[in-house]
């Protein structure tokens, strides 16, 4: 056992609340390490699985299923002297604009005023790679919705996080060179935002389809389906054993 592993805590699309925000856990030796995005329903089941809040997260992205559970971390991280101003956000530095529009600007982050929404957290910009805890991160862009608002992330030799993304060979190619795990968005069918099975089967390589483990789709009868085509789904709770990170 490398003492690392991946828990998923929901694999579900937008509208998949029974399958839980498209949100995950890198965990070492068992306690949580790095978050990815925080969902509504993904915070409530870190809470459920850890207690507590996250330490530290990356945001992919600012749609409201990978970011509607700010207001509660907001609220658990100012409220708790321990977790006050310490949660760390690695954020990519053009996703702060549209973070700061979509959940920090309302008028007083409390009613009584006297803080600013982001005193909870120690925001951390990123460019296209970011240390946490003495190891390197790499971030890439992927292609959802609109150029530079949506990010994968990659911790070398150990596991590779898509997010929301069509196909992307051409990443993939560079950053999952080293026989990672590849969490990759997937539904049955796919759409200008989201890839779809054919659209992976069309342009992976069977060794690469080999690798990824699929989420963020729209049902569990989908994910039976995508199962049945011969392809490994996760599972909202399920924890993943990965590789052990490679040092550079």
Request: glycine share 10%; net charge negative; proline share 6%.
């Amino acid at each position: 056992m490398s003492g690392w592993s991946l828990r998923l805590l929901g694999v579900g699309n937008a509208s998949a609340v029974e399958l839980g925000s498209a949100m995950a856990t890198i965990e070492r030796d068992g306690a949580p390490w790095l978050t990815i995005d925080c969902g509504g329903e993904g915070l409530t089941a870190y809470q459920r699985a850890y207690g507590g809040i996250p330490a530290a997260l990356f945001m992919t992205h600012a749609h409201m299923d990978h970011i509607a559970g700010f207001e509660r971390l907001f609220v658990a991280g100012w409220f708790d002297p321990a977790h006050r101003g310490e949660v760390r956000l690695y954020v990519p530095a053009t996703l702060l604009p549209l973070l700061q529009q979509r959940v920090a600007s309302y008028p007083n982050a409390l009613a009584e005023g006297g803080v600013n929404f982001w005193d909870a957290f120690r925001v951390v910009p990123v460019g296209d790679h970011f240390w946490h805890d003495g190891l390197r991160f790499e971030v890439f862009p992927v292609r959802h919705h609109w150029p530079e608002t949506a990010f994968g992330l990659r911790l070398r030799g150990s596991v590779v996080w898509t997010g929301d993304t069509r196909p992307i060979p051409e990443m993939l190619a560079k950053f999952a060179d080293a026989d990672e795990l590849i969490a990759h968005d997937c539904a049955l069918e796919g759409n200008p935002s989201h890839s779809g099975i054919d659209d992976l089967e069309r342009e992976y390589l069977p060794a690469l389809l080999a690798r990824c483990m699929l989420y963020h789709y729209a049902s569990a009868e989908d994910g039976e389906a995508l199962r049945a085509r011969g392809h490994r789904v996760g599972m909202p709770g399920e924890v993943v054993p990965l590789h052990a990170p490679v040092v550079a």
